[in-house]
């Protein structure tokens, strides 16, 4: 069958286009090696290129910073069967305030509203650790602030079962499947702005139940398909930091680690029947631009 992978990145953000590059790399040579055709879109107007190609294809994903990712899916999805996550869900995503009111409400823990001294500014709808930067001031227009947590950073990866329907997408009741926990490297400078530099995957910490447990119900509650990451803090509490609802960076080294294909999974679990769990050979590091290192 006919892939579309599309990448926003490469050709319209030139300051994420090396990760995004690597993420693509992945997952062509996945989608090959499983015997599909894989598509890529060209230069022009990305909305463009999705409406020219996708028609052509039989199955596609979209893989943008947060706040077009809605857009763009809803775009695809109008033509082909999309392994990722639904737009509707994507795009409640991608207001980072809005989804922390969510988890709290629904017994996930999230870092609270600060109160004096110094806390995380962060934008509201944002990607990554861009813009993200420690504080005693108050967020600017189309910013909020949480509660500065101090622990150790890590993120699920995971691929989230579905079906369709005639009208919309539901959950197959299978569970998640978990693909690994993630080590993430995260600096904070003089400035006190975060930069994401990359991580370590598979690693198995004490508390890897919990961080798992945690992380999926938080993806589940924000009715997450297909792949997502979530990144946590684990400190007296495992407190989820941000949902993405989209291949992460990670997916670089899971997928030099890893026994299975992802584009088998992604397939898979897009019709409900993902496997039940994962193998792999080994650990990497990975940068944030998708260098990988065997370990």
């Known amino acids: 069958m006919k892939v579309l992978l599309a990448e926003y990145t490469i050709a319209h953000e ?168 993630n080590r993430q490297e995260i600096t904070v400078g003089p400035d006190g702005t975060f930069q994401y530099l990359g991580g370590e995957t598979p690693v198995h910490p004490d508390r890897e139940k919990e961080i798992i447990d945690t992380a999926v119900k938080a993806a589940t509650v924000l009715g997450c398909q297909g792949y997502c990451g979530v990144d946590v803090i684990v400190a007296d509490k495992v407190w989820v930091v941000d949902v993405n609802p989209r291949i992460t960076t990670s997916i670089v080294g899971i997928a030099a680690c890893m026994k299975e294909e992802i584009a088998e999974i992604l397939v898979s679990a897009s019709k409900g029947n993902g496997p039940d769990a994962v193998h792999f050979g080994g650990r990497a590091r990975f940068d944030c631009n998708g260098k990988v290192t065997r370990l």
């Open 14 to 181: 030139p300051a994420l286009a090396n990760e995004g590059a690597a993420m693509v790399a992945v997952l062509k040579s996945s989608f090959e090696r499983c015997g599909h055709e894989v598509v890529l879109p060209g230069p022009g107007a990305f909305a463009d290129e999705i409406a020219c190609l996708a028609p052509t294809c039989d199955m596609g994903l979209v893989i943008a910073p947060d706040h077009l990712l809605s857009k763009y899916t809803f775009l695809l999805e109008q033509a082909i069967h999309n392994l990722g996550c639904g737009f509707m869900a994507a795009a409640l995503c991608a207001n980072k305030e809005s989804t922390g009111k969510i988890l709290a409400e629904n017994g996930v823990p999230v870092p609270a509203v600060p109160g004096s001294g110094k806390h995380v500014i962060k934008p509201i709808k944002g990607c990554g650790s861009q813009g993200v930067r420690l504080s005693t001031g108050s967020p600017g227009e189309g910013e909020f602030s949480q509660e500065f947590i101090l622990g150790e950073n890590y993120s699920v990866s995971m691929v989230i079962n579905r079906v369709i329907g005639d009208a919309c997408a539901y959950y197959s009741g299978k569970p998640p499947v978990v693909l690994a926990v």
